[in-house]
């Protein structure tokens, strides 16, 4: 489960609890895919949430939030990067019942098939997610039977004491002080020669930090606005990464975190606005705080990292079939202070791995022609930033889409003392062939036929510290692995030529390469 899902669960159950007060009862499932009147990140995402009762009292709650293929809208996949309004964004659940005394409701069912366009694979989703909720129930029921419910009921509020009172011990021994960072998103979508500022002031006093957000951009028209509860799940993920990244995400971590946010605003928008690219919006006020809280621990200072997207392909496939091929694309971390950023990886809040190559070509109507590592996209540095790939798909069906929820195509992944910024990234139509076409950061529903091509490279992170400080032999490695191009090693890491060339004839017999 994505992070950020674990910090909006909590609201999803306390909207629940709040229509249904007095009217929960064993065996009820509830879902909803609600922003606002649920709580989730997004209108992909559903929560699936049932009661769990002991001794005929309600006790407990188990559930989960999972990304959905299809729940309608403009455009096949449900997430259009264009939309204005949540309206656009799919069918809204506001919280339901699903199963009531462990049947379905049959009519909520009829409404979930009618308004997809893969219905099936949906109500499949949903019904594992109350799999495993009900696998929860019986696990908790174990768990009292054995031990008793107030043993059970007193180990759940020491795991969250011994977290919150990790993180005050921790924030006590930091300094008092306020920082302030802030990251930009390329565009909303909509206005599409405006950035979006994300800005975060973090103030901490003695065992309690203030996360104030009220320097954030007014809200977009565009799908890049988050709810609160989402961007709790930013701070507290955030907080967590700099005090022990072992630590458990749980309430104990909400005790800690205060927030002020401002309404109308990015963070806090007014109903109904669009929110459906939420990971652009959570990855940058994360990268934020991040730099904020550096500002605490410098030794844990980390430069800008590749960002999050998701790209869509949907259509019909031989013999009438709707398909929607989506995938969540990561990109690459930015170096740090004691090292290289990572490659080729989903960043911060997102642990989605990318698709397999195996995966995308036996279910969907497209041929992953390439995929690789990009040469020189980390950022040069001392440290260098992570490189990130490329994939290049081929569309096989005369009927499919394209749909591509990204970023950093304008503002690359900033480098920090003296390491320099990574690559930008880019999606092409049809490279290197007639009708080679520029795609923007964000756009729905592009017409595709089979034999297109769609390249998309994510953006390289940024690099740490002064480039002509890195240890040659590791410029010799990047160079030999593919990693660093010589022409890259010589102007923007200062090498000699002749040393560079000498060294690599001595290497280059030996050295197994690594280059995709």
């Not at 919280?95 to 379905?104: A, H």
């Not at 923007?492 to 280059?508: F, H, I, S, T």
Request: hydrophobic share 35%; with cysteine.
């Amino acid at each position: 489960m994505l992070p950020l899902h674990i910090a909006c669960l909590p609201q999803c159950v306390r909207n629940i609890k709040t229509t249904f007060a007095g009217d929960i009862q064993p065996g009820d499932a509830f879902l909803t895919n609600h922003p606002y009147l649920g709580g989730v990140p997004h209108s992909m995402d559903m929560a699936v949430i049932t009661p769990f009762f002991h001794d005929g009292k309600l006790t407990a709650f188990c559930g989960s939030i999972a990304h959905k293929s299809d729940l309608g809208g403009v455009v096949p996949g449900t997430g259009y990067g264009n939309a204005r309004e949540i309206f656009q964004e799919g069918i809204q659940y506001p919280p339901v019942r699903f199963v009531t005394r462990g049947e379905i409701v049959r009519d909520v069912e009829a409404i979930l098939r009618a308004n997809s366009r893969t219905p099936e694979l949906v109500l499949g989703d949903i019904r594992g997610q109350v799999g495993i909720a009900r696998l929860g129930e019986r696990r908790l029921a174990e768990l009292i039977e054995r031990y008793g419910l107030e043993p059970a009921l007193e180990a759940f509020a020491l795991q969250q004491k011994v977290t919150e009172d990790r993180i005050r011990a921790t924030l006590r021994s930091w300094p008092d002080g306020a920082y302030e960072a802030e990251s930009w998103v390329d565009t909303d979508g909509i206005t599409l020669d405006k950035r979006v500022r994300y800005h975060i002031r973090i103030e901490k006093t003695g065992d309690r930090i203030l996360f104030d957000s009220t320097g954030c951009d007014d809200q977009t028209q565009g799908p890049v606005n988050i709810v609160p509860s989402l961007a709790l799940g930013c701070y507290y993920f955030a907080l967590i990464a700099m005090v022990d990244p072992a630590l458990p995400n749980n309430g104990g971590v909400s005790r800690v975190v205060e927030a002020k946010f401002r309404k109308g605003s990015v963070l806090d928008p007014y109903f109904p606005a669009a929110t459906n690219t939420y990971m652009a919006a959570a990855t940058a006020i994360t990268e934020a705080s991040l730099q904020a809280l550096s500002g605490f621990i410098p030794h844990k200072r980390m430069a800008g990292n590749g960002g999050v997207g998701g790209i869509t392909i949907s259509g019909t496939a031989e013999g009438g079939k709707a398909f929607v091929q989506y995938e969540s694309v990561g990109s690459a971390y930015g170096a740090h202070a004691a090292g290289d950023g990572i490659s080729a990886v989903t960043v911060l809040l997102s642990n989605a791995r990318i698709a397999p190559v195996e995966v995308l070509e036996s279910e969907f109507p497209s041929r992953l022609e390439r995929f690789e590592l990009i040469q020189d996209s980390g950022g040069p540095g001392t440290y260098r930033g992570g490189l990130v790939q490329r994939r290049t798909y081929e569309i096989l069906t005369d009927d499919a889409q394209l749909t591509l929820r990204g970023g950093r195509h304008e503002v690359p992944a900033f480098g920090l003392q003296g390491g320099k910024p990574g690559r930008l990234g880019r999606c092409v139509l049809n490279p290197e062939m007639p009708g080679e076409r520029s795609m923007p950061s964000r756009f729905s529903g592009l017409r595709l036929k089979s034999g297109d091509r769609v390249m998309l490279e994510r953006a390289g992170g940024g690099g740490f510290g002064d480039p002509r400080k890195r240890p040659f032999e590791h410029i010799v490695d990047d160079v030999i692995d593919g990693y660093v191009s010589r022409d890259a090693a010589i102007e923007d890491y200062g090498v000699d030529a002749y040393r560079l060339d000498e060294a690599l004839k001595l290497m280059q017999p030996t050295h197994s390469s690594v280059k995709s």
